[in-house]
């Protein structure tokens, strides 16, 4: 059992920075890789980014590549995004997930556990 913990976000203008971090419990976390996806209001979830085991592998949406940088720290069982240029349409809830299949990285039901999710709001 995985259990995650977001944090991190909050209330920014347009073109600033947040750095979320994803917490996991347990002592397996170098077994799963690690994904962010978000869920704007009335859509459903989308990938975001994701790296594998050791962090030596990344993938990002298009929406995001070049802004945002996902990382992973094993001795602190801690997954962050850093978001960068951050635009309107990023707000959303942001949720990080722990899956054993990073061959579907980008694919919502691959996912094992999930955290309970951050709010992102950016405005003008």
């Known amino acids: 059992q995985v259990q995650l913990v977001e944090s991190g976000g909050g209330l920014v203008q347009i073109g600033g920075s947040l750095r979320l971090s994803c917490a996991a419990s347990?002592?397996?976390?170098?077994?799963?890789?690690m994904g962010w996806f978000r869920q704007a209001p009335g859509k459903e979830r989308r990938f975001v980014a994701a790296i594998n085991y050791n962090g030596q592998s990344t993938y990002y949406s298009d929406s995001v590549k070049g802004r945002f940088t996902i990382s992973r720290d094993n001795d602190k069982n801690t997954v962050y995004l850093q978001m960068n240029t951050l635009k309107p349409e990023d707000t959303a809830v942001y949720f990080c997930g722990a899956t054993r299949n990073f061959g579907r990285y980008y694919y919502d039901p691959a996912y094992d556990y999930w955290g309970q999710g951050t709010q992102v709001t950016v405005s003008s």
């Open positions: 347990g002592r397996t976390f170098t077994s799963f890789a």
